[in-house]
Nanobody, 126 residues
Framework: QVQLVESGGGLVQAGGSLRLSCAAS????????MGWFRQAPGKERKFVAT????????SYTDSVKGRFTISGDNAKNTVYLQMNSLKPEDTAVYYC???????????????????WGQGTQVTVSS
């Protein structure tokens, strides 16, 4: 399994930006499909964004398209989620995840991801 550690969460006003980082214990998007999910209080964990194992393709849930960008730095074994124009409804715990070996891109279901970080809280105030 891949060990993942997220960072970069915090409190921001609506319209602001945050960049989440996900540091991996091994080579990330050159080997695994990577993804970001989020879970709001009392709700199920939902897909946010995914990046292919070559880092050449990305996919997003509709509600974040045009505002969020997933990217990776293979040299640093790190995946990022740049979040702009944040809205109160983006408030959630954000999780980084690595797909099971061999998982094809795109992967949007949580069951396709075998390694998860501990999560980082993002709170957007109105």
């Amino acid at each position: 399994q891949v060990q993942l550690v997220e960072s970069g969460g915090g409190l921001v006003q609506a319209g602001g930006s945050l960049r989440l980082s996900c540091a991996a214990s091994t080579r990330t998007f050159s080997t695994y499909v990577m993804g970001w999910f989020r879970q709001a209080p009392g709700k199920e964990r939902k897909f946010v964004a995914t990046i292919s194992w070559r880092g050449t393709s990305t996919s997003y849930t509709d509600s974040v398209k045009g505002r969020f960008t997933i990217s990776g730095d293979n040299a640093k074994n790190t995946v990022y989620l740049q979040m702009n124009s944040l809205k109160p409804e983006d408030t959630a715990v954000y999780y980084c995840a690595a797909g099971w070996p061999g998982t094809p891109y795109p992967a949007t279901e949580a069951a396709r991801f075998g390694s998860w970080g501990q999560g980082t809280q993002v709170t957007v105030s109105s």
